[in-house]
């Protein structure tokens, strides 16, 4: 189905959400049509971000909001649906468009498997209606289906319109880019040659695909790195946790500036703790490159100045080889609690692949990584 149907049948003039790749199609529809013109197209920090975006425009206009975003979303939105939107509370009408990964039968990657079990339940448990798009639906259907919706959302209930795997396209595929130097591979590998066998923690996506492959072609093991594959924005939460329970470990974050963005009150979190061992590297394209290229808001923000706001020690933002080798050097040294900003270009490898190694494999290898040498030391 071509996306203009969808977007035609719904009626909406006003989107927010968090892109995903199998809303690509609509993703670049919005981009083409609206660009980010926030009186029609917002997109948001996170899918909570986007629901509370979508009530301000209901209650200014009071017509009816469009939230999309991928399936491992719906896990952001359940309080602001349920405490806000229902029609137990403000009855705020809205429509959802939810890529749908991980769908039973279709292969996925292990992240996507569970959330694309209960996709649809947990639609149930908000009381969302919903129905499935899929290649085989039909305008007529999809009509139908939007005039029993229509009835549902004139009371303040919340819909939504489930998208399987290649069912929407769209002809005007947007090509995102940007005026950065340095790759994020290019960038990995860097920090691996400074990172030795101190743990990394990196953000979903493809930066934890890119420093596997990176150690595969370097011949090491992956014990050092805990692969944050899903749980998008929660990779510096996961390292903090570390670094206060194994204070004499130099942890470093690999972090995207989605991702960062997404839950971004980590930062503040990390500040207060003050944990010397942290070296948090904040990846910046401006985009989320994983699932399309979508712009984000980093490029607008200082990122450095929020870190230092935040508590962190020192702060830096660097744009070329050189300036990075600097801040990766002085942050290998010093006991304090650092950030480094990398502004880096769009862009991966066509053949890059993904972790072979199950999650829970990397998990064992870590934890016994992290723990070895307490171990050593216990042994009579």
């Known amino acids: 189905m071509n996306v203009t149907s969808l977007i035609e049948t719904i009626g909406a003039d006003f989107y927010s959400g968090v892109p995903d790749s199998q809303l690509r199609a609509l993703c670049d529809f919005l981009i083409n049509r609206y660009g980010t013109d926030p009186k029609h197209h917002i997109i948001a920090a996170n899918e909570g971000n986007a ?48 890529g749908w990964r991980g769908e039973p039968g279709v292969h996925d990657e292990p992240q996507h498997i569970y959330q694309g079990e209960v996709t649809l339940k947990l639609l149930e448990d908000m009381g969302i209606a919903y129905s499935v798009i899929s290649k085989e639906t039909t305008e007529d259907e999809l009509m139908a289906k939007m005039t029993e919706f229509k009835k549902m959302l004139a009371v303040g209930k919340q819909v939504a319109f489930v998208v399987r795997k290649g069912a929407l396209e769209f002809e005007g595929k947007v090509k995102y880019e940007n005026a950065n130097i340095m790759s994020r591979e290019e960038i990995i590998k860097d920090i691996v040659e400074y990172t030795g066998s101190d743990p990394i923690v990196s953000t979903t996506g493809k930066a934890s695909r890119e420093l596997f492959e990176i ?6 093991g992956h014990e050092n790195d805990f692969l944050t594959v899903g749980s998008m924005g929660h990779a510096s939460s996961i390292a903090l946790g570390i670094a206060v329970q194994k204070p004499d470990k130099k942890i470093w974050i690999i972090d995207g500036d989605g991702a960062a963005l997404m839950h971004m009150g980590a930062m503040a979190v990390i500040g207060a703790n003050n944990p010397k061992n942290i070296v948090h590297i904040i990846i910046n394209n401006g985009a989320h490159e994983t699932v399309g290229g979508m712009p984000t808001v980093a490029p607008k923000i200082d990122m450095a100045a929020i870190a230092r706001g935040c ?35 769009l862009g991966s490898r066509t053949d890059l692949g993904r972790p072979t190694t199950a999650a829970i494999e990397n998990k064992l290898a870590f934890m016994k990584m992290l723990n070895q040498a307490e171990a050593e030391i216990e042994r009579p």
């Open 311 to 345: 508590g962190y020690s020192s702060a830096v933002s660097v744009e070329n080889l050189e300036e990075l080798n600097m801040a990766l050097e002085q942050a290998k040294s010093r006991k304090e609690l650092s950030l480094i900003e990398v502004k880096c270009s």
């Open 215 to 220: 150690r595969e072609a370097r011949g090491e």
């Open 51 to 98: 629901v509370a975006l979508a009530a301000g425009y209901h209650l200014a206009t009071g017509r009816i909001p469009v939230v999309y975003m991928q399936n491992s979303g719906e896990g952001n939105v359940i309080n602001p649906v349920a405490s806000l939107m229902n029609d137990k509370a403000y009855a705020i009408p809205c429509v959802f468009i939810v």
